[in-house]
């Protein structure tokens, strides 16, 4: 087995593709970053890596995908190849690994630098999306718009100081933006004025993921954070997913109930772990 690399996505193999397509659920965050970095939202030092193997050299089985400031992301990869993934990356600056639990630890123990926080995180399918645990939660959903990047944008900055270690320092609104073009964003209005938020992306190889969701701490528990998330499942539905899933921090109890009650099931846990800085 060996690791081959690109820093420009035009450049990433069709094989490689196909083979997260494969699977799709699990592959969910890297396909994304894909269809995004193809879209224009990341381009600056990005990196992207493919394992090959087999006689011909050409059989993939596993990717990796670094867009600064973001963590490394980490498909699932056979035990044997994270450590000379960790090597050949010796000389890049890294924030933190993301990925699958095992995948994660392997790649932190091979990178010999402290861990300054970790998120633990749980992976959900839906099933079947439950209109009952939703039900009576006042206000309408829309897709955002133009109109609303600035307002969007804020609780995008908002939702990442909170969710992500550190917060972020990347071009949030230029993302948003993308997104409203997509109408990849649902707002819950209640009173006519917006008062959460949950995104989903345009359906890959079947697939969809809810994220962000957010809800302004002066309207939480008021089942807006359900209500939005309910009505982004739905209209992902509508485009096509049959795959929707979405993330939830299993520090938060709360949340994993909520998208429980919505019909989301488990599926396997994830980890996004940040290194100490040299």
């Given amino acids: 087995m060996r690791w081959l690399f690109a820093t420009d996505v035009t450049d990433f193999p069709a094989a490689a593709e196909e083979w997260l397509r494969g699977d799709p659920v699990r592959a969910t ?4 970053v894909l269809a995004r970095m193809r879209r224009g939202v990341w381009s600056d030092g990005v990196l992207l890596g493919w394992l090959v193997s087999g006689g011909s050299g050409r059989e993939v089985c596993g990717v990796a995908l670094h867009t600064p400031p973001y963590p490394l992301l980490l498909s699932d990869l056979p035990d044997e190849a994270v450590a000379p993934l960790a090597e050949a990356l010796r000389g890049r600056d890294l924030s933190g690994v993301d990925g699958p639990v095992p995948q994660v630890e392997s790649f932190a123990a091979a990178w010999g630098r402290p861990a300054r926080e970790r998120m633990s995180m749980r992976l959900y399918r839906l099933g079947t999306l439950r209109d009952a645990a939703a039900a009576g939660t006042a206000g309408t959903a ?3 718009d133009r ?3 600035d307002l969007v944008a ?8 909170e969710a992500e270690p550190g917060g972020l320092d990347d071009d949030i609104a230029a993302r948003v933006e993308t997104r409203i073009l997509d109408r990849e964003l649902v707002l819950w209005e209640a009173a006519r004025s917006p008062v959460a938020l949950a995104g989903f992306s345009t359906p890959i190889a079947g697939m969809s993921r809810i994220g962000p969701v957010y809800t302004p701490p002066g ?4 089942g807006y954070g359900a209500a939005v998330t309910h009505a982004a499942t739905r ?3 509508e485009r096509g997913a049959g795959y ?3 993330f939830t921090d299993l520090a938060n109890p709360t949340s994993n109930s909520i998208y ?5 099931r488990p599926v396997g846990d994830h980890a996004m772990v940040y290194f100490d800085q040299e």
């Fill in 244 to 246: 929707v899933l979405l």
């Fill in 219 to 222: 309207f939480r528990r008021r």
């Fill in 154 to 161: 804020g609780w995008h900055h908002a939702f990442f100081a």
């Fill in 29 to 32: 965050v890297p396909l994304t």
């Fill in 147 to 149: 109109d609303d990047l």
């Fill in 142 to 144: 829309r897709l955002a």
């Fill in 235 to 237: 209209i992902a539905l």
């Fill in 260 to 264: 429980q009650a919505l019909g989301y």
